[in-house]
Antibody, heavy 118, light 111 residues
Framework: EVQLVESGGGLVQPGGSLRLSCAASGFTFTSYEMNWVRQAPGKGLEWLSFISVSSGTIYYADSVAGRFTISRDNAKKSLYLQMNSLGAEDTAVYYC???????????WGKGTTVTVYS | QSVLTQPPSVSGAPGRRVTISCTGSSSNIGAGYDLHWYQQLPGTAPKLLIYGHSNRPSGVPDRFSGSKSGTSASLAITGLQAEDEADYYCQSYDSSLSGLVFGGGTKLTVL
């Protein structure tokens, strides 16, 4: 079964850091681009970051550029999101999603929740 | 506001047809980048519904269809069912932002 499982979410104070992980299974991880997407409570989807198979191409949304870093470990079939300088606006459910080509996302994890509180 | 514009809500009676619009610009849909649609049922992760303007992944009923015209796209749902009640999002790539973009989402209510 094709599956993505996020982990690493939790409670963090403003200015703090978290590292999210996404474990892939059931497909050839090295054949797919990957993305992070988040959804704040009661809000819509917000794309955050894209990484190519080789990590040679990386994109970030303006809202997280300079604070978040996407990376992947193809040997471990894992995707990561290092999040620094967190603020209340970063409170959301964070999803990892497999790139299906032509910049769409065809497989999604169930998400991990990040809450930034003071 | 979102780079892709969707109506906040639409509604329809069971069995009827509804459409959801997604308006972009010359840096995304109008530039030839594909438009995709996702369905998000309450409390669940998004699910790919339509890719490449009009293609359905395996398992998506043919009641769902997509189209594109110029800088806009539409999702049509025919034979509305109660289980279609969800939030729907369009998504594309934007060359001016060098990134992926979502519409603000449309809440479909089945009356």
């Amino acid at each position: 079964e094709v599956q993505l499982v996020e982990s690493g979410g939790g409670l963090v104070q403003p200015g703090g850091s978290l590292r999210l992980s996404c474990a892939a299974s059931g497909f050839t991880f090295t054949s797919y681009e990957m993305n992070w997407v988040r959804q704040a409570p009661g809000k819509g989807l917000e794309w955050l970051s894209f990484i190519s198979v080789s990590s040679g191409t990386i994109y970030y949304a303006d809202s997280v550029a300079g604070r978040f870093t996407i990376s992947r470990d193809n040997a471990k079939k894992s995707l990561y999101l290092q999040m620094n300088s967190l603020g209340a606006e970063d409170t959301a459910v964070y999803y990892c999603a497999r790139g299906g080509g032509y910049y769409f996302m065809d497989v999604w994890g169930k998400g991990t929740t990040v809450t930034v509180y003071s | 506001q979102s780079v892709l514009t969707q109506p906040p809500s639409v509604s329809g009676a069971p069995g009827r047809r509804v459409t959801i619009s997604c308006t972009g610009s010359s840096s995304n849909i109008g530039a030839g980048y594909d438009l995709h649609w996702y369905q998000q049922l309450p409390g669940t992760a998004p699910k790919l519904l339509i890719y490449g303007h009009s293609n359905r992944p395996s398992g998506v009923p043919d009641r769902f269809s997509g189209s594109k015209s110029g800088t806009s796209a539409s999702l049509a749902i025919t034979g509305l069912q109660a289980e279609d009640e969800a939030d729907y999002y369009c998504q594309s790539y934007d060359s001016s932002l060098s990134g992926l973009v979502f519409g603000g989402g449309t809440k479909l209510t089945v009356l």
